[in-house]
């Protein structure tokens, strides 16, 4: 998923400073010294070593830090150029280490790497602190702001000065000195944290392998996810034998397909405890600090509670409207995920099996009961989904919308081997941007799915346009030695949600680099492309067998639109209970010396939770609260509003009607320079409405 920047480690390359005298020497070898000499001018991976990284934190921090004392000692009064623009523009060194280092850091990490992390994550945070906390630069910003009207501000000036403003003091300029070092430890202490909290998570997601010896254990698994099995053992030094992990595509087709029960218990529960399981590795005591951290920051800053905090600059604004909708979709889909129990347990009666549905065995029944109903399962469309003919059918769906093309690039450094790269072109042949994806699990990678920047658009002070570099980054399912990557619908669909946050970047118009973008609204342009991957015109464009190039069938076309409302109580109540949970650590108006997973188990009985379902993250495992998303996971849902309302545009007028498109384009281009429910009224007329949502989750 989108992550946003924080200021001032800014999401864009900004104008650099000249590098100090004293420096010169000390540059030779390091690639963050001098211009990228690539295609794109991408960073040049093959060159970057890990001892490059700390000296170019340090010298970006130094070179940051002399920008940002010659604002504040300009003699001149202050004005939008010499106090606004020379801010937004300073950090660029800063920035190009960053956008590398983090980068790598999730999808190609090492031990040195996170040591690296671990060191300059403290630095960093005092370094934006006192950036954020200088008095006399926020003194300058303040006298701009109060003064906008004498200069002549066009919308997207006038829209970053005012969330500069904002940033400020919610970033605690106004505080007196005293509470401001408070602040600057708080911070300090919450960078740390929710960097081991990471760490922890990945080394708990790597450390467990179930080994299978005994291939009678491996009945009903398909062919292939034995195959798969197979070759990671093998990978793993277990020759003749099976492994299975807590990566997804691993662990979700043994618990779907797996007949036997004890060793779906075993894998799930490992999955569940992640980070929970009183090791080195453990992260309760470091969430509780986190929860506790945030509630004090919150009330430094003048607010009841964290969420109040964080939810101000978001479309929802306050908690309360969080949690209506929340527990307006909560009491619509706890009755159906109810039903559906009753459904799988049922089955097991019927098998003439003597135990009750447990939270193990919901993906194996749920699969028992898609085939009884709608005679489909994952098998059956796994062959349609080769990736690359999924990824050329996300490809195509942005060229049939916004004219623009995807022309692979073969020379270029990549991230990791595994990485590919496309350059886009808008119709006409220009340059848009540079895309990176890459695709398959692997213990350097954290897991998920996300949609990152290597560099983003921006104009730089002589008027040059910047193009973005975007990257997808997936963990799907490996090819087999004889089989090519063949994707589960759930993967198509996260393909072209990834793809969707890099149409966003790619068609970004800032002409500043700097942006400030909606928590609540950055899912809207990667969920509505899902509506287009499961389209049935769309699906018997690129969905194909990748034996005989044979089209989806029409009848299997016609299964996956009968069951489009299959499993969704248990889809939806597992993403609320992880959303309502987020939002309950985040409205506490006291600190507290929680037990997390007593908190956890507590506030899930009070919701009602049903035991069969366990929620989509667990305390210890919930990356999402411990970064971008805290009191943010609701976004997901929050943005649903708007893509299903979004996308009815699309059908009533043609899912490929240009000036529908066009439109949506313009929505994309303006976001993060512009109000978000301004942008969403100028593209549908009016306001987004719940009712499509309702109506395609099948809760109305």
Known sequence: ?????????????????????????????????????????????????????????????????????????????????????????????????????????????????????????????EHRDEIALNAKLFERIKTVYENRDQFDLNQEQSYLLENIYKNFVRNGANLPDDKKDE?????????????????????????????????????????????????????????????????????????????????????????????NNDNEYDNKEILSQIVDLRVKKAHLLGYDTYADYELETRMAKKPERVMDLLNQLWDAALPVAKEERKEMQQIINEEGKDFELKSWDWWYYAEKLRKRKYNLDDSELRPYFQLDYVRQGAFDVATKLYGITFEEVKDIPKPHPDARAWEVKESDGSHLGLLYMDFHPRESKNGGAWCGSYRSHYENQQGEEVHPVKTVVCNFTTPTEDKPALLSMDEVETLFHEFG???????????????????????????????????????????????????????LISKIEKSSYFNQGFDNVEYLAASMLDMAYHTLSKPKDLNVMEFEKQYLDKIGLIPEIEPRYHSTYFSHITGGYSAGYYSYIWSAVLDNDAFEAFEKNGIYDQQTAE??????????????????????????????????????
């Open 501 to 555: 946050h890099a149409l966003d970047g790619l068609f970004a118009e800032n002409t500043y680099p700097r942006t400030f973008v909606a928590r609540d609204f950055v899912e809207l342009p990667s969920q509505i492309m899902e509506h287009w991957a499961t389209h049935p015109k769309v699906m018997k464009e690129y969905a194909r067998h990748y034996e005989t190039g044979a089209s989806i069938p029409d009848k």
């Open 1 to 125: 998923m989108k992550k946003i920047g924080v200021l001032f480690i800014a999401t864009a390359i900004m104008m650099a400073s000249c590098t100090p005298k004293q420096d010169q020497a000390s540059s030779e070898g390091n690639p963050f010294f001098k211009e990228y000499q690539t295609p794109y001018q991408v960073p040049p991976f093959d060159k970057i070593e890990t001892s490059d990284y700390m000296p170019a934190f340090e010298r970006g921090m130094k070179q940051h830090k002399e920008e940002i004392e010659a604002i504040v000692s300009n003699d001149q009064a202050p004005t939008y150029d010499n106090t606004i623009e020379a801010m937004v523009y300073s950090g660029k060194l800063l920035d190009k280490v960053s956008y590398v280092f983090y980068g790598l850091n999730s999808a190609n990490t090492n031990d040195s790497l996170q040591e690296v992390a671990r060191e300059v994550s403290p630095m960093l945070s």
């Open 183 to 275: 602040l600057k430890e708080i911070n300090q202490k919450l960078s740390s944290l929710t960097l081991e909290f990471g760490q922890n998570e990945l080394k708990e997601t790597n450390r467990f392998e179930m080994v299978i010896e005994d291939k009678k254990n491996l009945a009903g698994l398909p062919e292939s996810v034995i195959q798969t099995a197979a070759e990671t053992a093998k990978e793993k030094g277990h020759e003749s034998k099976w492994v299975f992990t807590t990566h997804k595509p691993s662990m979700l087709p043994f618990l779907r397909y797996a007949q036997n029960r004890d060793l779906r218990e075993k894998l799930y529960k490992a999955y569940l405890n992640r980070g």
């Open 663 to 700: 439109a949506f384009r313009t929505l994309l281009a303006k976001n993060g320079i512009k109000d978000p429910m301004k942008l969403y009224v100028n593209f549908r007329g009016r306001e987004p409405k719940i009712e499509a949502l309702l109506r395609n989750r099948g809760l109305k």
